[in-house]
């Protein structure tokens, strides 16, 4: 039976295939392919790891064979007979193979996927005595995950998933068939585990519209939906799905003819991004002349090239964070930066890049399975330069792989989550000691602009103190906007008060944007605002000439920035900032 379930349309376009659902699990749990060669390996990992439960439950079952009725309950003899016959269970051991041998799903997440499939059969009973059995098939998977060998390293370093892996696996069963990734949650980092092309779109029951989850699914250029509350619950492994990005739409089992429709669309699509590839070579410049800069957003050295492909004049914004998360713990080294960002450096071919330092905390933690309990509010925590000026040694080690890099090509660095005259001055203070120390070493090293990111209200409101400090500046507007209007950007239960339109952050954006055009300074916007085509127009208005955003988005913006007269949008983007209610002024030029 057809039905729709509507979230937040994060990444455009349209998406139809099978759906793979992750499981949500208490226990850390990697997702990556495997190699047809390692299918036996993975099964006998699960069977060693089920191996050692059922021993344990062995061991556990005589000790209370020598213990009297008072020291061992019925129950819990009961209780263990029961353990014991669901990990002997046939659809959860012949489900797991499946996983793992249809699928090429590693160990773990084959255990978690039939978990899901067989934990659903359970929701359904009449029976509540069944009912509650669920419980306890989940605590025999924790135990199984737990016990099986080998789950650490695996949950390290995925294996690479590359298309031909998933492709040559479907062949078994469906020629080509396309995967969607249906999940209650992903982390960040997870997120780049799948970022080599595998699944054709995601959807998220959580999540905000710039969450960076969101953020992640918007960089592979694929259609996502967040934000879709039960979406994990109600779409089953392997049921069709259509994922609308554009209207954040999900629609499940499509009859033919909404499937008709949406294959139609998606040639639509298709042929305006053919269109727009014209421009590619095309100068970014207003009809009145003016020259815009459109930078690209990275995460990964390696989506240099993506940048580089889709015309980038420059990287705006490298969040380094992506090089420490999904380590558990183990920080990167100065060697290991050092060569990440030289990397990133020598792909943009000799225009100029920017290396935000490390901003992990609120949603980004390091590590899928770290959850923040600690601190009640963590994006009002230890976040950002909050947490590199916590630990300096760990920052100096950043500053000093950042400088080395910049020997290889132009290179600016970005301070994210800037509030404090303090926080300024000892960031300047540690630039200055990690070129100081690699001078005093002989180690080379190159010059870098020094630049702070505007995401708190603070920050925009003492603009002549940060320009006496900084270079440039770079308004992140994604945390502007969430700490200017106190909504949580992950937390898709506010996203609908998540507003970049409204006048008070249009205010500190516009002056921003003032101040360094008057002081000479340069400036751009680096948060997704710089990605929306329905933007483009009021900020050229307000005196922007450099956005960053995703590659993907680059030549839509283009498109906006050449039928754009900045001369005339000025009055108007005034007329806009005014406005009471700006939104009702944006389609008035
Ligand atoms: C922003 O806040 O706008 C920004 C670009 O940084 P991030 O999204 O990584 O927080
Ligand atoms: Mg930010």
């Known amino acids: 039976m057809t039905f729709s379930i509507h979230g937040l349309a994060v990444a455009r376009g349209i998406a139809i295939g099978r759906a793979v659902l992750v499981a949500s699990s208490r226990v850390d749990v990697a997702h990556y392919f495997i190699e047809p060669a390692q299918v036996e390996a993975e099964i006998e990992r699960v069977k060693r790891g089920r191996d050692a439960v059922v021993e344990e439950l062995h061991r556990l079952q005589q000790t209370i064979a020598q213990l009297g009725p008072k020291d061992a309950p019925h129950e819990l003899r009961a209780l263990l007979d029961v353990h014991l016959m669901l990990l002997q269970?046939?659809?959860?051991?012949?489900?797991?193979?499946?996983?793992?041998?249809?699928?090429?799903?590693?160990?773990?997440?084959?255990?978690?996927?039939?978990?899901?499939?067989?934990?659903?059969?359970?929701?359904?009973?009449?029976d509540e005595y069944l009912r509650e059995r669920k419980a306890d098939l989940e605590q025999i998977t924790e135990k199984v995950l737990r016990a099986m060998p080998g789950q650490g390293t695996a949950s390290v370093l995925p294996v690479a998933v590359t298309r031909k892996t998933a492709t040559a696996e479907l062949q078994l069963e469906d020629t080509d068939t396309p995967l969607v990734l249906i999940a209650h949650e992903i982390s960040p980092s997870d997120m780049l585990q799948f970022k080599q092309g595998l699944f054709a779109g995601f959807v998220t029951d959580?999540?905000?519209?710039?969450?960076?989850t969101?953020?992640?699914?918007?960089?592979?250029?694929?259609p996502a939906v967040v934000g879709a509350r039960t979406a994990s619950q109600l779409v089953r492994q392997d049921d069709w799905v259509i994922i609308d990005g554009n209207a954040g739409v999900v629609i499940v089992d499509p009859s033919p003819i909404i499937l008709a429709e949406y294959q139609y669309k998606q040639r639509q699509l298709e042929l305006e991004r053919s269109r727009l590839a014209r421009l590619l070579k095309t100068p970014s410049v207003t009809l009145d002349g003016e020259?815009?800069?459109?930078?690209?957003?990275?995460?990964?050295?390696?989506?240099?090239?993506?940048?580089?492909?889709?015309?980038?004049?420059?990287?705006?914004?490298?969040?380094?964070?992506?090089?420490?998360?999904?380590?558990?713990?183990?920080?990167?080294?100065?060697?290991?930066?050092?060569?990440?960002?030289?990397?990133?450096?020598?792909g943009m071919g000799g225009l100029p890049v920017t290396i935000r330092t490390v901003d992990i905390g609120a949603d980004k933690p390091m590590d899928s399975s770290f959850v923040e309990t600690s601190h009640l509010n963590p994006a009002l925590g230890l976040r950002a330069i909050r947490w590199s000026l916590a630990d300096p040694a760990m920052f100096l080690t950043q500053l000093r792989a950042i400088l080395r890099a910049a020997a290889h090509g132009p290179v600016k660095m970005l301070i994210p989550m800037l509030a404090h005259l303090s926080e300024i001055r000892q960031t300047v203070a540690l630039v200055e000691q990690a070129r100081a120390e690699l001078q005093r070493e002989g180690v080379p090293f190159g010059a870098v602009t020094l630049g702070a990111m505007i995401e708190i209200p603070a920050a925009a409101l003492m603009l002549r103190t940060f320009l006496r400090y900084f270079d440039y500046l770079s308004l992140g507007t994604n945390d502007l906007i969430q700490y200017t209007l106190a909504i949580d950007r992950?937390?898709?239960?506010?996203?609908?008060?998540?507003?970049?339109?409204?006048?008070?952050?249009?205010?500190?954006?516009?002056?921003?944007?003032?101040?360094?055009?008057?002081?000479?300074?340069?400036?751009?916007?680096?948060?997704?605002?710089?990605?929306?085509?329905?933007?483009?127009?009021?900020?050229?208005?307000?005196?922007?000439?450099?956005?960053?955003?995703?590659?993907?988005q680059i030549l839509s913006v283009k498109?906006?920035?050449?039928?754009?007269?900045?001369?005339?949008?000025?009055?108007?983007?005034?007329?806009?900032?005014?406005?009471?209610?700006?939104?009702?002024?944006?389609?008035?030029?």
């Not at 659809?91 to 797991?96: A, F, I, L, P, Q």
């Not at 969101?214 to 694929?222: G, L, Q, T």
Request: glycine share 8%; hydrophobic share 45%; proline share 3%.
């Open 89 to 126: 269970d046939e659809e959860m051991v012949g489900g797991v193979k499946h996983w793992i041998r249809d699928r090429l799903y590693n160990a773990e997440w084959a255990l978690t996927t039939q978990l899901e499939v067989v934990a659903r059969q359970f929701d359904e009973m009449e």
């Open 490 to 552: 992950a937390d898709e239960s506010v996203a609908h008060l998540y507003d970049p339109l409204h006048p008070a952050v249009l205010r500190l954006v516009a002056d921003t944007i003032a101040e360094c055009r008057a002081q000479g300074k340069e400036v751009s916007v680096c948060g997704e605002m710089a990605g929306d085509v329905a933007m483009t127009r009021l900020l050229l208005g307000l005196g922007l000439r450099s956005f960053s955003m995703h590659p993907a």
């Open 559 to 589: 498109q906006e920035v050449l039928r754009a007269d900045a001369g005339k949008l000025t009055p108007w983007a005034q007329q806009v900032l005014e406005a009471d209610e700006p939104a009702s002024l944006m389609g008035s030029l």
């Open 206 to 212: 959580v999540g905000g519209k710039t969450s960076h």
């Open 214 to 222: 969101a953020i992640v699914a918007r960089s592979m250029d694929i």
């Open 291 to 346: 020259k815009v800069e459109l930078l690209a957003n990275i995460e990964m050295p390696e989506d240099a090239l993506g940048a580089m492909k889709a015309g980038a004049a420059g990287v705006g914004l490298f969040r380094s964070e992506f090089l420490f998360m999904g380590r558990h713990g183990r920080l990167p080294d100065e060697q290991e930066q050092y060569q990440a960002y030289r990397r990133a450096v020598e």
